[in-house]
Nanobody
Framework: QVQLVESGGGLVQAGGSLRLSCAASGRTFSTYAMGWFRQAPGKEREFVAAITRGGGNTYYADSVKGRFTISRDNAKNTVYLQMNSLKPEDTALYYC?????????????????WGQGTQVTVSS
């Protein structure tokens, strides 16, 4: 069983930055792609960013491109989401997820393990 634990969320003013972390249990972390998703109040969960197993390729939603950076440290079984120039519309519960394969995907169905989420609130 894989466990994913997110941390780093909080309250920040617009224009500020936060760095989310997601620590994974198990020995197979480096085998799989990882992703970040978010769900704002009253909205469906949406894709934010994904990274391939080695970290060589990354993918972003258009809404965060140029502001967010996904990265991973396979030695620490951890994936990160650096969020800069935050906007009020970035307010959401942020989830990390493990993909079913080494291929990064934008589709939620391609992820089989999910964390509990960490809240990010951006004030205007």
């Amino acid at each position: 069983q894989v466990q994913l634990v997110e941390s780093g969320g909080g309250l920040v003013q617009a224009g500020g930055s936060l760095r989310l972390s997601c620590a994974a249990s198990g020995r197979t972390f480096s085998t799989y792609a990882m992703g970040w998703f978010r769900q704002a109040p009253g909205k469906e969960r949406e894709f934010v960013a994904a990274i391939t197993r080695g970290g060589g390729n990354t993918y972003y939603a258009d809404s965060v491109k140029g502001r967010f950076t996904i990265s991973r440290d396979n030695a620490k079984n951890t994936v990160y989401l650096q969020m800069n120039s935050l906007k009020p519309e970035d307010t959401a519960l942020y989830y990390c997820a493990r993909a079913r394969s080494s291929w990064a995907s934008l589709r939620q169905d391609d992820y089989d393990y999910w964390g509990q989420g960490t809240q990010v609130t951006v004030s205007s």
